[in-house]
């Protein structure tokens, strides 16, 4: 699943590309794409609307439109957000497509293999029953800022494991198992560590970690993995993949001290990898 870098990324290239660009028309193609509420609806509601600005809260893109309405776009395992010339060919599970005003003719194109992603346009003063998940989202360390303090409070929070309790959503917003994993190697803490019990100078190094990878992530346009899932507006793939330190590199000797081995095992039911010698 895309995470906080990837989706920056897009929001960066919607930021550039779709914002100010008048909506034409409205294709919906799998109705399970906008299912929070119905094709009819999300053609309406885009139709004619312009985008006046593009956010992102964890791995939610949001965009604002001069209706006063918003478009939550939420890429989950295999979406991709492109925008490509009209006279092109769709991709394969093309199942949501905006026509854009303007020369060169072009579209947004929402592509989904797997439908687990999807495409709501809501009142946002109906946005806790509509997209609840937005409202219990905790702060964003990219979009919002991440304090020393905020990551304390959330530490002591919960005894679980602290990889754990980086991907909780409600906790803290957009790391998942790629970059919760690169954060904690660089940080040097063990990902079954409790969270309560992450020493005060390891809270800040982690602190310091968390910013400084994702701000690193994103200047790179994000990891795509060996799927290729993932790529950016314009179909590019990120490269920050190639200075991943753990994930995906069990057995392999640490790249940080060159003595541990890379181990993995699973942790709060996601794979985990971290170096026995860096993270005691």
Known sequence: MPELPEVETVRRGLEERFVGRRIERVEVGRERSVRRTSREEVIARLTGTTPIAAR???????VDLDSGDEMMIHLRMSGQVLIDSVA????????????LAGRPAEELRFVDPRTFGEVVVYD?????????ELVRLGPDPIAEGLD???LRRVLSSTARAVKVALLDQSLVAGIGN?????????????PRRPARKVSSGQVRR?????HEVLNEAIAEGGSTLGDAQYVDLMGEYGSFQERHRVYGRSGDRCLSCGRGHVVSAVIGGRTTSWCGVCQR
């Open 56 to 62: 992102r809260r964890g791995k939610y893109l949001i």
């Open 206 to 210: 982690l602190h310091v970690c968390i």
């Open 124 to 132: 946002p003063g109906a946005a806790v029953s509509v997209v609840p």
């Open 178 to 190: 790629i970059y919760g994993d690169e954060i904690l190697h660089r940080a040097r803490i063990h």
């Open 88 to 99: 092109s060919a769709r991709p394969a599970h093309t199942h949501v497509t905006l026509t």
């Open 148 to 150: 020393l303090a905020q």
